[in-house]
Nanobody
Framework: QVQLVESGGGLVQPGGSLRLSCVAS????????MAWYRQAPGKQRELVAI???????NYADSVKGRFTISRDNAKNTVALQMNSLKPEDTAVYYC???????????????WGPGTQVTVSS
């Protein structure tokens, strides 16, 4: 079994910062891409940022220059530093990772339960 658990969400004023963290645990042989998605009320889930095992990153246009994704391969964690937050960043943020549980096994996508981020004055 593999679990992803997010932390760090909350209420912040516009212009403020938050740092989200996600840790993967359980039967893990290797972790490939890790990512953060978000889903606002009434909208589809969208990719926010993604990072490869080697550290290459990509961001949604709406967060470029404000958000930074990072990972610690030794600790099986991924983080999202969010600066200059805007009300439109309000959403539930989900951690995603492609994980192989056994040598020669198949990589599967896993999701965390989500953490609420609310940007409001």
């Amino acid at each position: 079994q593999v679990q992803l658990v997010e932390s760090g969400g909350g209420l912040v004023q516009p212009g403020g910062s938050l740092r989200l963290s996600c840790v993967a645990s359980g039967s893990i042989f290797s972790i490939n891409n890790m990512a953060w998605y978000r889903q606002a009320p009434g909208k589809q889930r969208e990719l926010v940022a993604i990072i490869t095992k080697g550290g290459s990153t990509n961001y949604a246009d709406s967060v470029k220059g404000r958000f930074t994704i990072s990972r610690d391969n030794a600790k099986n964690t991924v983080a999202l530093q969010m600066n200059s937050l805007k009300p439109e960043d309000t959403a539930v943020y989900y951690c995603n990772a492609f994980i192989t549980s056994q040598p020669m096994g198949v990589s599967r996508a896993y999701w965390g339960p989500g953490t609420q981020v609310t940007v409001s004055s």
